[in-house]
């Protein structure tokens, strides 16, 4: 079975302030997928990054992170000196080598204070 | 760039009451799928498709038809509305392979339907 939990409902910061979100899966597969999405206020579900199950190599894109940790089933996330755009629900999602589905966690509320 | 357009984006049913989504896509993708988003659940799978003519039941199928007649579109049917089905609904596409081969799924805009 699988499973991602996002144990963060809601975080609020002031702008520039960073922000991680925690995201932890469980599967039993050892080819699996990891994806962040990122939904905003508008409602769209945009593709942040994708990440397999072999490539533990950490990785940046602008003010974005992600800490891959095999050992702890974790795979975060980071957003470096937030902007108030930065201000949506950002979901953390598992697939696994043979599914068809992507299975959510259940979102983490990230609020950006002027 | 349209990619995966949904129409309507929102609707108001009366208990009992059918209606069918609409999703359409234009990036030649063979897979298409149907969430429901509810508060704090996240994202679940409704129905799926690997191809045209084809379909499959995900994880909360139960009050929901599929169709897939066409390779661009994905028609999601509620049959008899109840309270229950009231969530975002999202389509979504992705290319040649499942997400567990690491394709990228990409989704439409979301249908706000609310059953009263």
């Known amino acids: 079975a699988q499973k991602v939990t996002q144990a963060q409902t809601e975080i609020s910061v002031v702008e520039k302030e960073d922000v991680t979100l925690d995201c932890v899966y469980e599967?039993?597969?050892?080819?699996?997928?990891l994806f962040w999405y990122k939904q905003p206020p508008s409602g769209e579900l945009v593709f942040l990054i994708r990440?397999?199950?072999?490539?533990?190599q950490n990785e940046i894109s602008g003010r974005y992170s992600w800490n891959f940790q095999k050992s702890t089933s974790s795979f975060n996330f980071t957003i470096t000196a937030s902007q108030v755009v930065d201000s949506a629900v950002y979901f953390c999602?598992?697939?696994?080598?043979?599914?068809?589905?992507?299975?959510f966690g259940a979102g983490t509320t990230v609020t950006v204070r002027a | 760039n349209a990619g995966v357009t949904q129409t309507p984006k929102f609707r108001v049913l009366k208990t009992g009451q059918s209606m069918t989504l609409l999703c359409a896509q234009d990036?030649?993708?063979?897979?298409m799928y149907w969430y429901r988003q509810d508060p704090g659940m996240g994202l679940r799978l409704i129905h799926y498709s690997v191809g045209e003519g084809t379909t499959a039941k995900g994880e909360v199928p139960d009050g929901y038809n599929v169709s897939r007649l066409k390779k661009q579109n994905f028609l999601l049917g509620l049959e008899s509305a109840a309270p229950s089905q009231t969530s975002v609904y999202f389509c979504?596409?992705?290319?040649?392979?499942?997400?567990?081969?690491?394709?990228?799924?990409?989704f439409g805009e979301g249908s706000w339907l609310t059953v009263v």
């Open positions: 979504a596409s992705s290319s040649s392979d499942r997400p567990g081969k690491g394709n990228t799924i990409y």
């Open positions: 990036m030649n993708h063979e897979y």
């Open positions: 990440r397999n199950s072999f490539d533990e």
């Open positions: 599967t039993r597969d050892t080819t699996y997928y």
């Open positions: 999602a598992l697939s696994e080598a043979n599914d068809y589905k992507l299975s």
